[in-house]
């Protein structure tokens, strides 16, 4: 086994997890998620940060109803009821953090 830095400053994770057609619990796919992944993906690679924000899809975070769900890491930040609409907030947050981090590194 390898250990290595992470490649990207933020990892962004969002659930896109699908139940199977009449299941019990409902799931973040049926709350938005594989669009969420989707835009934020896109999002990010429109404002160049792709090779420092990875988004990826993860499966159940076992959160459903609190739904669709997204994790930031190193920041260990868990994120419920995000909306589409919430995106370009996020992806904000997100560009602002790295670049603080990077403005921060180039001052020591």
């Not at 429109?46 to 669709?68: F, H, L, P, Q």
């Not at 560009?95 to 990077?102: K, L």
Request: charged share 30%.
């Amino acid at each position: 086994m390898q250990e290595n830095p992470l490649p990207h400053q933020k990892i962004v994770f969002v659930c896109c997890n699908q139940r199977e057609e009449g299941a019990v619990r409902t799931c973040c796919a049926n709350q938005n998620g594989v669009l969420i992944h989707q835009e934020l993906k896109e999002m990010v690679k429109a404002r160049g940060y792709r090779t420092k924000i990875r988004v990826s899809k993860s499966g159940c975070m076992d959160r459903c109803e609190a739904g669709a769900n997204v994790m930031i890491f190193p920041d260990n930040v868990w994120l419920s009821d995000v909306m589409v609409e919430d995106l370009e907030a996020l992806v904000d947050r997100l560009v602002a953090e790295v670049d603080g981090s990077e403005s921060t590194t180039a001052d020591e």
